[in-house]
């Protein structure tokens, strides 16, 4: 909070107070760009793509419908669920290549059922954070 009203820059920055529970609210949403550890792009698609928007009833079988263009098996789709089990709305998905995960994004915010789903590049450590805790 020292830095409250600086410059970066040329341009002014304010600062806010936050809780932690509002940080994991902002992480959830993908509003927060985690600084990579292995000095490794965030935005640099690899062969796994996170999917936000999902209707909480959408499956395995919804999602490769979706993704119909594609080889997919049900194995390489992760949908992610709440510690309670309520589905999240997220889900992961293995492409087989990362051409295909890049052909795959032109289907970001395309609909599935009546929601529109947006697409994110993403990789295995983050697939298997949110999937391990409960997400």
């Known amino acids: 909070m020292a830095k409250d009203r600086m410059t970066i820059g040329n341009r002014y920055i304010e600062l806010f107070a936050s809780s932690s529970e509002e940080l ?3 992480v959830s949403r993908g509003r927060v760009l985690e600084k990579p ?4 792009d965030p935005n640099e698609v690899t062969s796994i793509l996170r999917m936000r928007g999902l209707p909480f009833s959408a499956g395995k079988d919804d999602i490769m ?3 119909k263009d594609f080889a997919l098996t049900e194995d390489a789709i992760h ?14 998905v293995e492409f087989a290549s990362t051409d295909d995960a890049k052909a795959a994004l032109a289907k970001d ?8 789903v947006e697409l994110f590049p993403s990789s295995i450590e983050d697939m ?8």
Not at 111 to 116: A, H, N, Q, V
Not at 128 to 135: C, D, E, P
Request: glycine share 12%; charged share 30%.
């Open 128 to 135: 298997n954070h949110a999937v391990s805790r409960g997400r």
């Open 65 to 67: 419908d979706f993704f």
């Open 109 to 116: 915010r395309m609909t599935l059922g009546s929601r529109y």
């Open 24 to 26: 994991e609210e902002a």
């Open 79 to 92: 949908v992610t669920f709440l510690s309670d089990g309520r589905p999240t709305g997220e889900a992961f």
């Open 37 to 40: 550890v292995d000095g490794r």
